[in-house]
């Protein structure tokens, strides 16, 4: 056990995955390394970063630090099973002495309430006690130091979006953009991922009915917020020694943005996005769009594939502690009204969207207006109400507006 411990937590120190480690509640499986933990943690909180490898090795010359290791989750997941079978087994003696005393009924009650606090730290899928005050402060602690050290939740820098969603688009969510064609579904999407960039993430938007040239060119255009006209990027026209200075400042020792289209994929499903996330480890992903994809089920009722794809990003956006942000198109009551902001029961083909979706904005755009208004029809983790944007889609310019 000690040796999992001591490559579990080099893991951290190699692959800088720390976020994994606060999330899974890492202190109840530490016996032998909690204070090495307890110090990498609160050195996390405080600057940001892991710590040096050789400061940890300073500061506990008994530390084995371990310089070849695998994934951070590959080790936690070692340590987990580890902890399993060394439980198991005392709760085993454990009876075992109980019977042998003749102590039967205690022995089964040893056994039910050991194994169902251990199902509880091991499950995939926890139950909690509401009464258990050490659970719900540790989970506390947790949340409150990935909010600090910015690790949480993602914002967007539209004072709207951000007030109304007051912890960020977190872990596991599965938001949906819902608008009619032509209001700039695409361009919001894209300005999220961009936020998320700009706040150290690594965005993976999936792109199906653009190529990914012309969603490169698009961010492009809202990371010079200005700068670049987004109809001169598409033809080609631009200063190639401007662009280069302009890039190489824009990008030094920042993530990656990853762009993926389905040319050369064929169908993109949910199991496909999964090999991607395998593949680019990104924090968040985007969907351009929900009905362009396929669902892991084949089926060629729309009804039920749109159905079925709903349900497979939402359990694909829990089992990878990932947010997934997707667009879907909007039905109209009335086809001769297609600016206003649609109601949540107009997600196209099936209403299980908006029932999975944690949160979902819906957007308008007059005609021959820069103004898009977005409007929460639904937000499990905040507010409901609606804001505005100015968009200017050439410059790349997305400005929140106060209401009149």
Sequence with gaps: MTNIEAKTLSAVLNDKQMHILLQANVDTLLRTHKDVWEFMRSYYEQNGTVPPVSLVCEKFTDFEYH????????????????????????????????????????ALSTMINET???????????????????????????????QQSGTYGIYTGLKGFDNYMPAGITPGQFGVLLAYPAIGKSWMMLYLAVQAWYSGKVPLIISLEMTESEVRNRAFTI?????????????????????????GKMFEGKPAIHIVSNEGLGEVTPSVIRGKIDQYHPDIVFVDYLNLMSSNQRTDNEVVKMKNLSRELKLLA???????????????????????????????????IAYDAD?????????????????????????????????????????YKDME
């Design 116 to 146: 169902a606090a251990l199902g509880r730290i091991m499950s995939a899928v926890r139950d909690i006690d509401v009464a258990d005050l050490d659970d719900a402060v540790a989970h506390f602690e947790n949340i409150a130091a990935q």
């Design 359 to 399: 949160w979902l904005l819906a957007l308008g755009r007059a005609a021959n207006s820069e103004v898009i208004e977005a409007v929460f029809r639904k937000n499990r983790n905040g507010y409901l109400g609606e804001f505005y944007v100015h968009a200017d889609f050439d410059s790349g310019r997305f400005i």
């Design 67 to 106: 310089e070849a290791t695998g994934a951070t989750k590959h080790h936690l997941e070692e340590l987990r099973q580890q902890y399993l079978e060394d439980n198991i087994k005392l709760i085993l003696r454990q009876a075992a002495n109980e019977i042998q005393d003749g102590n039967i009924p205690d």
């Design 318 to 352: 829990i089992s990878e502690e990932i947010p997934i942000v997707a667009i879907s198109s909007a039905t109209p009551d009335d086809v001769t009204d297609m600016n206003s902001v649609p109601t949540l029961g107009q997600t196209s083909w099936s209403r299980q």
């Design 223 to 247: 990371l010079g917020e200005g700068m670049w006209s987004h109809r001169k990027l598409s033809k080609g026209e631009v200063e190639l020694d401007m662009f280069k200075k302009w890039h």
